[in-house]
Nanobody, 121 residues
Framework: QVQLVESGGGLVQPGGSLRLSCAAS????????MRWYRQTPGKQRELVAA???????IYADSVKGRFTIARDNAKNTVYLQMNSLKPEDTAAYYC???????????????WGQGTQVTVSS
């Protein structure tokens, strides 16, 4: 019914930039908060950045000043602009959204399949 599809990951050199996108599609009525998480093998998934429906944002301390989260409500899409990338940013990045569908009552939390970001020279 609902799909979140990430794109934009890849291999980049330290100091480089990438922009991740996550498009939500399906039987969507409304989307509230949208978030980006990341995870490396053997570690817990961590919150990178979040944005509310009204555009308020929060960031993990490790990415403040380097990453920017934004959303296009008309396209049901959230973005993560990543600048000044470091090797420690290497991870699988996941999109998450709290949304209401036209089919199921209430708000549910939905996840994308993840996109790999590798920062290496």
């Amino acid at each position: 019914q609902v799909q979140l599809v990430e794109s934009g990951g890849g291999l980049v050199q330290p100091g480089g930039s990438l922009r991740l996108s996550c498009a939500a599609s399906g039987s969507i009525f409304s989307i509230a908060d949208m978030r980006w998480y990341r995870q490396t093998p053997g570690k817990q998934r961590e919150l990178v950045a979040a944005i509310t429906g009204g555009g308020n944002t929060i960031y993990a301390d490790s990415v403040k000043g380097r990453f920017t989260i934004a959303r296009d409500n008309a396209k049901n899409t959230v973005y993560l602009q990543m600048n000044s990338l470091k090797p420690e940013d290497t991870a699988a990045y996941y999109c998450n959204a709290d949304l209401r569908t036209t089919v199921i009552p209430g708000t549910g939390s939905y996840w994308g399949q993840g996109t790999q970001v590798t920062v290496s020279s």
